[in-house]
């Protein structure tokens, strides 16, 4: 059952803490994830590592961005985590003809005491989880209507700002851009996107079971397995998984190798790679990786759940050029690339013997 804007609030615990998490709140934090993860596997068969993903990004209070083609229950996993959650959801459907008032609200004239004056109604945007279902049908101008949304948590219409709820998540699918009808999304809008994740089809195994006990084609229904509360408390134990400096560092030569400008890019970026990840994307990988690492039961981040996440924080942050299609080099390659080339330590002179 949906929640009101009203029922999730920050804590008051949210801000970074230099406290390390005790054995204890590993332990209740894993508790947590895994109902979570058991009842979004109920409903979506098949895809254990996709949904470790998603949870990883919530965690992270990232947005996210699933691409695939129709009917691999994209859509369907949205709405099984609205529903495990209990969070308002708010579904948004993107055609050609869709405008931004049409997702953010717009003002209205309405009478009231004798006098006309505008009255702002709120659009399907103000929810705790938004779904936009198919973004890139929609046309550019309406894609950047999300940007201040995901970026701010607020928008602002007419000069005035509107706070959106809290938690707010854009959970975003598009068809393969290869598609005929698709615009794809600018590259400021993609870096909005914590994670963009390819959904892929499952085995002949899981279609049987899924076949097998959905006669009626409909999923099952889901009960809601974290409250506000244990929502929001998950929250703060993300935040305070520790990141050792040498991770943090690694994260830093890793972002700053994908710019085909710094002397320690690999040849293949400084040949291929157009544009390279942002500082956005650091700051995601840190954040990512305190949740891969909370999920996986561990108090303190290391350089195996940076790798983890890599791929979905990076991929959709490096610009190509031409060139690199005509000798196979994808985004996907590129990262692997730069995870190989890359040290996890630093590996520089010591001091006392540099000229």
């Not at 919530?58 to 695939?68: I, Q, S, T, V």
């Not at 809290?166 to 590259?187: K, R």
């Not at 134990?237 to 972002?255: F, G, M, Q």
Request: aromatic share 6%; hydrophobic share 40%; charged share 25%.
């Amino acid at each position: 059952m949906n929640q009101p804007e009203s029922a999730i609030v920050p804590s008051s615990a949210s801000t970074f803490s230099s406290q390390l998490l005790n054995p204890d709140e590993v332990s209740e934090a894993q508790q947590s994830l895994q109902k979570l993860l058991t009842g979004l596997e109920t409903a979506i068969l098949g895809q254990r590592e996709l949904l470790e993903l998603v949870v990883i990004c919530l965690l992270a209070r990232g947005h996210m961005l699933l691409e695939g083609l129709p009917g691999l229950g994209k859509t369907e996993l949205v709405k099984s985590l609205s529903s495990l959650l209990g969070l308002q959801f708010r579904r948004l459907q993107f055609t050609p003809d869709l405008l931004p008032g049409d997702i953010v609200g717009a003002p209205i004239l309405e009478e009231r005491n004798g006098s006309r004056t505008l009255v702002f109604h709120k659009g399907p945007v103000f929810a705790n989880l938004v779904l936009s279902d198919e973004i890139n049908r929609a046309t550019p101008k309406t894609q950047s209507a999300l940007l201040e949304a995901m970026q701010e948590r607020r928008v602002t219409v007419m000069g005035e700002s509107h706070e959106l709820p809290f938690p707010f998540f854009v959970l975003a699918t598009q068809n393969p851009i290869e598609l005929e009808g698709t615009y794809p999304l600018p590259e400021a809008q993609l870096d909005r996107f914590t994670f963009k994740i390819h959904v892929e089809g499952v085995s002949s195994d899981t279609l049987q079971q899924i076949i097998s006990t959905r006669r009626q084609g409909q999923p099952p229904e889901l009960e809601t397995v974290l409250d506000a509360e244990a929502f929001a408390r998950l929250f703060d134990l993300t935040e305070k998984v520790h990141l050792p400096d040498a991770v943090s560092n690694y994260i830093a030569r890793l972002v700053t190798a994908t710019n085909p400008n710094d002397p320690t890019a690999p040849e293949e970026v400084a040949k291929f790679v157009k544009y390279g990840a942002s500082p956005r994307a650091a700051i995601a990988l840190a954040g990512t990786a305190r949740a891969a690492a909370l999920l996986k039961g561990k108090p303190a981040a290391g350089f195996e759940e940076v790798k983890r996440v890599a791929h979905s924080v990076l991929r959709h942050r490096l610009i190509l050029d031409y060139a690199a299609r005509l000798d196979d080099w994808t985004p996907a390659r590129m990262v692997d690339r730069l995870l190989e080339a890359v040290p996890e330590v630093a590996r520089e002179i010591p001091q006392d013997i540099k000229a």
